[in-house]
T-cell receptor
Framework: GDSVTQMEGPVTLSEEAFLTINCTYT??????LFWYVQYPGEGLQLLLK?????DKGSNKGFEATYRKETTSFHLEKGSVQVSDSAVYFC?????????????FGKGITLSVRP | DAGVIQSPRHEVTEMGQEVTLRCKPI?????LFWYRQTMMRGLELLIY????????DSGMPEDRFSAKMPNASFSTLKIQPSEPRDSAVYFC???????????FGPGTRLLVL
């Protein structure tokens, strides 16, 4: 079945550091890929997405490129801020069929210190 | 748009009591999802509906859990009887179609004593 694997956490960085959070997936067909973010005490919200190979999703300084050859969708940000402290979830959706839905990774906690 | 609305935001109850969580999806969305989030197990999909019909309830832990969606603007998740291990944050999410971007509510934080 479909699955998403995220790197183990938590991750702690200093402000203005470079961020990479790895995500790889297993799916049939051509899934859409998503990054969701969960700030403390809130629900998940969509950060960015990409729907086909080589697409780059971007939002709030975060970027992720859909790499079909490596089945990856790594999240990057050039300079993190304290306000980026949150839990980040990678997810995929394989459209088509009655059971299509989002499959989430386990999430990784990012803490950014001043 | 008001977004996904969940109530109550916090619930504290005693073991054995019935608990009902409520969700109002975004107007026009055809799919609705119930999730549970705990430190130990992370985010788990419990059940989801498409056009008010339950599609996959394989994530529902046991018979004590039930979910209904009587119309396109309302869903409930019921736990009867509740147990301490049900303590978690329960999220409702909706999407235009089941494979598209999901919009999450703020969650209900449940504590069963």
């Amino acid at each position: 079945g479909d699955s998403v694997t995220q790197m183990e956490g938590p991750v702690t960085l200093s402000e203005e550091a470079f961020l990479t959070i790895n995500c790889t997936y297993t799916a049939t067909g051509y899934p859409s890929l998503f990054w969701y973010v969960q700030y403390p005490g809130e629900g998940l919200q969509l950060l960015l997405k990409a729907t086909k190979a080589d697409d780059k999703g971007s939002n709030k300084g975060f970027e992720a490129t859909y790499r079909k050859e490596t089945t990856s969708f790594h999240l990057e940000k050039g300079s993190v801020q304290v306000s980026d402290s949150a839990v980040y979830f990678c997810a995929l959706s394989a459209p088509g069929g009655a059971n299509s839905k989002l499959t989430f990774g386990k999430g990784i906690t990012l803490s950014v210190r001043p | 748009d008001a977004g996904v609305i969940q109530s109550p935001r916090h619930e504290v109850t005693e073991m054995g009591q019935e608990v009902t969580l409520r969700c109002k999806p975004i107007s026009g969305h055809n799919s609705l999802f119930w999730y549970r989030q705990t430190m130990m197990r992370g985010l788990e999909l419990l059940i989801y509906f498409n056009n008010n019909v339950p599609i996959d309830d394989s994530g529902m832990p046991e018979d004590r859990f039930s979910a209904k969606m009587p119309n396109a603007s309302f869903s409930t998740l019921k736990i009867q009887p509740s147990e301490p291990r049900d303590s978690a944050v329960y999220f409702c999410a909706s999407s235009l179609r089941q494979e598209e971007t999901q919009y999450f509510g703020p969650g209900t934080r449940l504590l069963v004593l």
